[in-house]
């Protein structure tokens, strides 16, 4: 499967944050010592296990941010799986420069290689489902959008990108405002027609009072167990969709999806995922 790259232009801001703490207030002190002026090489980024790939858009920018002239091959796509000792992207310059942008490209690199590939762990469970895996806003501070898009690349999709994407109504909402009835009562009186709600449950009784009430198009399902899920969709009989969130782990997802819910959402896709080791050798 092949995915549209996101404009560089909207990841610059993140990557050029990422050199700027590495480079510090004077450059890398190292290289300019001991490489001498005009020294060219050509590095390859080589996979050093199996994984699912992503981060090479990204880490193709962190060279670029460095040094525009270096030449940068990527050979294995965001999206795709690698094997241990593959060259995903070869780099051909400036050797000063390559040397300048290594860390930051395979933090980078890493980081959303292994997201790619936990959530592809997660979406292999699901096999013979319609249940789709989803991440949450549960990312590092400053990475969300490189991070969600490594959920994509992993076969996942996304869930809102921030507050204002959508009206998810918690349980600490509900216990503040009074109850269901009136968040969605009130949800129903603010939101735009453009604004999706969704309301989280954790047990069947609150589930019967928002499908009596109305006005969400989603119902997150709290925290339940594998029965009580199998009664939850049954009781919504289709009429809004349904997500199962809460200590969902890679040895529940394949009986999670057997019990029809539309939706997996997972804090562990990025929260808890191992960086891929990865390297750039020269």
Same mark, same amino acid.
């Given at each position: 499967?092949? !995915?549209?790259?996101?404009?560089?232009?909207?990841?610059?801001?993140?990557?050029?944050?990422?050199? @700027?703490?590495?480079?510090?207030?004077?450059?890398?002190?190292?290289?300019?010592?001991? =490489?001498?002026?005009?020294?060219?090489?050509?590095?390859?980024? +080589?996979?050093?296990?199996?994984?699912?790939?992503?981060?090479?858009?990204?880490?193709?920018?962190?060279?670029? /941010?460095?040094?525009?002239? /270096? #030449?940068?091959?990527?050979?294995?796509?965001?999206?795709?799986?690698?094997?241990?000792?593959?060259?995903?992207?070869?780099? +051909?310059?400036?050797?000063?420069?390559?040397?300048?942008?290594?860390?930051?490209?395979?933090?980078?690199?890493?980081?959303?290689?292994?997201?790619?590939?936990?959530?592809?762990?997660?979406?292999?469970?699901?096999?013979?489902?319609?249940?789709?895996?989803?991440?949450?806003?549960?990312?590092?501070? $400053?990475?969300?959008?490189?991070?969600?898009?490594?959920?994509?690349?992993?076969?996942?999709?996304?869930?809102? !990108?921030?507050?204002? *994407?959508?009206?998810?109504?918690?349980?600490?909402? =509900?216990?503040?405002?009074?109850?269901?009835?009136?968040?969605?009562?009130?949800?129903?009186?603010?939101?735009?027609?453009?604004?999706?709600?969704?309301? #989280?449950? *954790?047990?069947? *009784?609150? @589930?019967?009072?928002?499908? #009596?009430?109305?006005?969400?198009?989603?119902?997150?399902?709290? +925290?339940?167990? +594998?029965?009580?899920?199998?009664?939850?969709?049954?009781?919504?009989?289709?009429?809004?969709?349904?997500?199962?969130?809460?200590?969902?782990? /890679? *040895?529940?997802?394949?009986? =999670?999806?057997?019990?029809?819910?539309? !939706? =997996?959402?997972? $804090?562990?896709?990025?929260?808890?995922?191992?960086?891929?080791?990865?390297?750039?050798?020269?």
């Amino acid at each position: 499967m092949s !995915y549209a790259s996101v404009p560089d232009l909207v990841l610059e801001a993140t990557v050029r944050n990422a050199l @700027l703490e590495d480079l510090g207030t004077y450059g890398d002190v190292t290289t300019r010592a001991v =490489i001498p002026d005009g020294t060219t090489y050509q590095a390859r980024l +080589n996979a050093r296990e199996d994984a699912v790939v992503s981060g090479m858009q990204v880490a193709a920018l962190a060279f670029r /941010l460095v040094d525009p002239t /270096l #030449e940068i091959v990527t050979h294995v796509a965001d999206g795709q799986p690698c094997k241990k000792g593959e060259t995903l992207m070869s780099i +051909n310059g400036s050797a000063a420069s390559i040397l300048s942008g290594e860390r930051v490209a395979l933090n980078f690199a890493g980081r959303l290689t292994g997201i790619a590939t936990k959530t592809a762990g997660f979406v292999a469970e699901t096999k013979g489902t319609n249940a789709r895996v989803t991440c949450t806003r549960k990312t590092t501070p $400053g990475l969300r959008i490189v991070e969600k898009l490594a959920v994509l690349h992993g076969g996942g999709f996304n869930h809102r !990108y921030s507050l204002s *994407d959508a009206i998810l109504i918690k349980d600490n909402h =509900i216990a503040a405002a009074g109850g269901v009835r009136q968040v969605l009562e009130a949800s129903k009186a603010h939101a735009s027609h453009m604004m999706a709600v969704e309301i #989280e449950v *954790d047990r069947l *009784d609150q @589930l019967e009072e928002v499908l #009596e009430v109305g006005g969400a198009s989603v119902v997150l399902l709290d +925290n339940m167990d +594998n029965d009580t899920l199998r009664k939850a969709v049954e009781m919504v009989d289709g009429r809004i969709k349904t997500e199962a969130s809460g200590n969902v782990k /890679l *040895d529940r997802i394949a009986s =999670i999806s057997a019990t029809g819910v539309d !939706y =997996i959402s997972s $804090g562990a896709l990025t929260h808890s995922a191992r960086t891929v080791d990865l390297g750039l050798d020269f």
